[in-house]
Structure formats: C-alpha cells, structure tokens
Nanobody, 122 residues
Framework: QVHVVESGGGSVQAGGSLRLSCAAS?????MGWFRQAPGKEREGVAA????????YYAASVKGRFTVSRDTGKNTVYLQMNSLKPEDTAMYYC??????????????????WGQGTQVTVSS
C-alpha cells in the first residue's frame, strides 16, 4: 500500500507565500499536486519527474508556484508565492503518473493523500 502524506497548509493573506510538503512511501516516477475548491472540479497544479527534475505547471500557477523534490526522502515540495484568493482550495499530493503533463492537465495521479487546506484571504 502506498502512503502519501501532505503538510504545510494554512491561511495567508493575498500576496503571501506558503510551502507545502509531501512524503510518499517508496520511490515514485512522478509526484505532484492538484487542488479542489468547494463546488469546483479537481484542478491539476504541478508535477515533477522525480528522476530528472523536469516539471510541468498549470497555466494558472506558472511563474508563482515552484515544485521541487528531494529524491533521498521521496519528498516533494510546492512553494507558493504571490497567492491569490482564487488559490484557496484543498491541496492534494499525488504520486505515480503516466506523464507529468497528463497528470497536471487531467489531475491524474495513481495515488494521493488526504489533502491540506490552503486559504488565501483578500
């Protein structure tokens, strides 16, 4: 069984920053993040190929969010800067995907965690 655990959510004012962390059991070919706000569909955010660090971002977060990884710890991070109220959502970490662009565009990961809440106030 694969365990995926997120941490680091919270509340921040618009323009602020937050950093999310995610640890997965075992080595995974890719890891990333998707989010879901109440009443809205799941939306892919970012993903990274764990072997070489190649990344892919949703257009809505490109230039503001950065995904990175620590392969030795099977951990990925999401640095979120210049946060906007529309970034408010439950953020989920995902692990294992067929391709990082498909994982982000389709919010499609094989495994995911319980989520961590991010709230951005105006």
């Amino acid at each position: 069984q694969v365990h995926v655990v997120e941490s680091g959510g919270g509340s921040v004012q618009a323009g602020g920053s937050l950093r999310l962390s995610c640890a997965a059991s075992g080595s995974r070919n890719c890891m990333g993040w998707f989010r879901q706000a109440p009443g809205k569909e799941r939306e892919g955010v970012a993903a990274i190929v764990t072997s070489n660090g190649i990344t892919y971002y949703a257009a809505s977060v490109k230039g503001r969010f950065t995904v990175s990884r620590d392969t030795g710890k099977n951990t990925v991070y999401l640095q979120m800067n210049s946060l906007k109220p529309e970034d408010t959502a439950m953020y989920y970490c995902g692990a294992e995907c067929s391709a990082i662009d498909y994982a982000v565009e389709g919010a499609a990961f094989r495994y995911w965690g319980q989520g961590t809440q991010v709230t951005v106030s105006s």
